[in-house]
């Protein structure tokens, strides 16, 4: 079964500053990879995919991330994050999840990142 | 803005009661699905839709139960709920089961 690790819980940076979130995943094949975010009492918003080829992925709001298959990692990175980027993040991994009706994909999601931005 | 739509916001009800919550799409897509997730953890997958065929995480208990009327509308009625069953509710859909999700503002459920 597929997994997905987000080693760091809280992560505190400050406005201006550069940040990376890491992601771990476990999977038998290439996986599809995605970021999401999370505003309090909000859903989740996609910020990037990755499905196949060019492994630096863009996505919204200046973020970016890389798939590196030989250390199973997709990192979130954004070059400058303003204060509005506090939230919770989660990557997430998406495969067969079930074995009762046969092929249907869901998302598995690792714990979170909590990201705090300090003025 | 969300293009996926769950109604309502917030629900209370008590366990001997029966309600619904309601997801609608009107992006097309064909793959829809409920999350539950708990304060502070991230969201677990409960059912999907992908063609209007049903697929189950077995470790729901059966007091939840998915419909879905046609490919726009999914529904989880739900009837005798306990305390532990208070979370967020989360629906998706996405054009197939291979193509990234989007994700309404889910509906916040309290069990008295």
């Known amino acids: 079964a597929q997994s997905v690790t987000q080693p760091d819980i809280h992560i505190t940076v400050s406005e201006g500053a550069s940040l990376e979130l890491r992601c771990n995943y476990s999977?038998?094949?290439?996986?599809?990879l995605f970021w999401y975010v999370q505003s309090p009492g909000q859903g989740l918003q996609l910020l990037l995919k990755?499905?196949?080829?060019?492994?630096l992925v863009q996505g919204i709001k200046g973020f970016e991330a890389e798939f590196k298959r030989s250390q199973s990692s997709f990192n979130l990175r954004k070059p400058s994050v303003h204060w509005s980027d506090a939230a919770e993040y989660f990557c997430a991994v998406g495969a067969s999840s079930f074995s009762s009706g046969g092929g249907a994909d869901g998302l598995t999601f690792g714990k979170g990142t909590h990201l705090i931005i300090q003025p | 803005d969300t293009e996926v739509t769950q109604t309502p916001k917030h629900l209370v009800m008590g366990m001997t009661n029966k309600k619904s919550l309601k997801c609608e799409q009107h992006?097309?897509?064909?793959?829809m699905y409920w999350y539950k997730q708990k304060a502070k953890k991230p969201p677990e997958l409960m059912f999907v839709?992908?063609?209007?065929?049903?697929?189950i995480n077995e470790s729901v208990p059966s007091r939840f139960s998915p419909e879905c009327p046609n490919s726009s509308l999914l529904n989880l009625h739900l009837h005798a709920l306990q305390p532990e069953d208070s979370a967020l509710y989360l629906c998706?859909?996405?054009?197939?089961?291979?193509?990234?999700?989007?994700f309404g503002d889910g509906t916040r459920l309290s069990i008295l």
């Open positions: 990755y499905f196949s080829g060019d492994t």
């Open positions: 999977y038998g094949a290439t996986p599809y």
């Open positions: 992006m097309g897509h064909r793959a």
């Open positions: 998706a859909s996405s054009l197939g089961v291979d193509q990234p999700q989007h």
């Open positions: 839709y992908s063609y209007e065929k049903l697929s």
